[in-house]
């Protein structure tokens, strides 16, 4: 079992940055390929970046590459998400997840624990 609650989100301008963190309790952390998935109003539950986690090995939604960067610290149990360059199309609830399915990294139903969400508003 693993239990995420992420934090770090608010309201930034667009060109801005934010940083998101998951913190998970449990001690089986580290075996967990981790993602972040974010949902805007009335839209799907979308991809947005993956680490495997010993070799921290990532991958990105073409839509946040080269702005956004996933990290982890399986020592504190950690994961976040470095958000740069902002844009108003950026704004939804973003989740943290641990994956416990095989399979690819970008289907949400391959990860079976998941936090509340922590929302995500970019002003123009």
């Known amino acids: 079992q693993v239990q995420l609650v992420e934090s770090g989100g608010g309201l930034v301008q667009a060109g801005g940055s934010l940083r998101l963190s998951c913190a998970a309790s449990?001690?089986?952390?580290?075996?967990?390929?981790m993602g972040w998935f974010r949902q805007a109003p009335g839209k799907e539950r979308d991809f947005v970046a993956a680490?495997?986690?010993?070799?921290?090995?990532?991958y990105y939604a073409d839509s946040v590459k080269d702005r956004f960067t996933i990290s982890r610290d399986n020592a504190k149990n950690t994961v976040n998400l470095q958000m740069n360059s902002l844009k108003a199309e950026d704004a939804a609830v973003y989740y943290c997840?641990?994956?416990?399915?095989?399979?690819?990294?970008?289907?949400?139903?391959?990860?079976?624990?998941w936090g509340r969400g922590t929302q995500v508003t970019v002003s123009s």
């Open positions: 449990g001690r089986t952390f580290s075996i967990y390929d």
């Open positions: 680490i495997t986690p010993s070799d921290g090995d990532t």
């Open positions: 997840a641990a994956k416990t399915r095989t399979g690819n990294y970008y289907s949400k139903e391959l990860y079976g624990y």
